[in-house]
């Protein structure tokens, strides 16, 4: 396959952004994917997410990792700005890249998953932005893929809800608004795009609970989401060659099912299910 390393795809403060571009062989299904890199919002670079790119570019997306600036660079909300920034930067440059600019897609670890949810709920948040922002280009994306994602904060006292302490991200002085403005929770509605929430069950980091958190809204909101829970895996499994080719098979049918083709698979499932034959005639009689 093709790459391209350290292109450049925002500059703030005298200071470079890049990413990389895997680009497929042969047949390209003509969908961009992001890739952000946990860390803490301190720490971790792009190179991590490297290995899933290259899985997924096999699969015929063109992948990229992304480097964002980090907390001990820029306090938030720098780092949502940055994801922002590249959604742009691919928007105007979907030609070059051979993609369809209504076909980007997020996909997170750790605290990257965190900013692809922020990012995929809150695309017109100019709160969001680096002042001199590109808003005339739209930050909205086609789905987003959060492995292990902290998708709620809270301020004092932990919650019963497994939520993150706002301090990792915000600071000590985090206010109650702060945090809840900096949750992907707080952006759950039926517009939120397909999201795929892949998690272990023994992480000790950001408990499982927080993608049943998520799943749950996103199901009572009717927004498209699948959760697939790991049996036994810790933070960071995502890692894992094994577990990473089944995530890059799974996060390959999530898009081609609700973004791709959804009509395809719609028609498979009613050929080969008599359940869902009966659901799609009960929707049809609804609609008349």
């Known amino acids: 396959m093709a790459s391209e390393k350290d292109v450049t795809y925002a500059s703030t403060g005298g200071a470079d952004r890049k990413l990389d571009i895997y680009r497929p062989d042969g047949a390209s299904r003509r969908t961009a994917i992001f890739f952000f890199h946990g860390g803490g919002w301190r720490g971790g670079a792009r190179e991590m997410m490297r290995p899933i790119a290259r899985d997924m570019a096999a699969l015929g997306y063109v992948g990229m990792p992304v480097s964002y600036r980090l907390l001990g660079d820029a306090p938030f909300p720098a780092q949502i700005a940055d994801v922002r920034a590249a959604i742009r930067w691919a928007r105007t440059h979907a030609s070059d890249l051979a993609v369809d600019a209504d076909r980007i897609v997020l996909w997170g670890s750790s605290a990257g998953a965190h900013l692809s949810l922020l990012a995929a709920g809150a695309p017109n948040k100019s709160a969001f932005d680096d002042e001199g922002a590109a808003t005339g ?11 292990h994602p902290p998708v709620e904060f809270h301020v004092g006292a932990q919650s019963s809800r497994h939520t993150t302490s706002g301090a990792a991200l915000l600071g000590e002085a985090a206010s109650a608004d702060a945090a809840r ?3 992907p929770l707080t952006y759950v509605s039926a517009a939120f795009p397909p999201t795929l929430l892949l998690h272990g069950t023994s992480d000790r980091m950001v408990n499982h609970a927080a993608s049943e958190t998520m799943f749950a809204a996103l199901r009572a909101a009717k927004a498209p989401v699948d959760l697939r829970l790991f049996h036994g895996h810790t933070h960071g499994f995502d890692a894992i060659p094994s577990v990473r080719r089944l995530m890059a098979a799974e996060a390959d049918y999530f898009i081609d099912r609700t973004i791709l083709d959804p009509a395809k698979h719609e028609a498979e499932a009613v050929e080969h299910s008599m359940f869902a034959r009966r659901a799609a005639a009960e929707r049809a ?3 008349q």
């Open 285 to 287: 009689a609804a609609n």
């Open 181 to 183: 403005a900096a949750s």
């Open 137 to 147: 280009v739209s930050t909205s994306v086609a789905g987003v893929i959060a492995v």
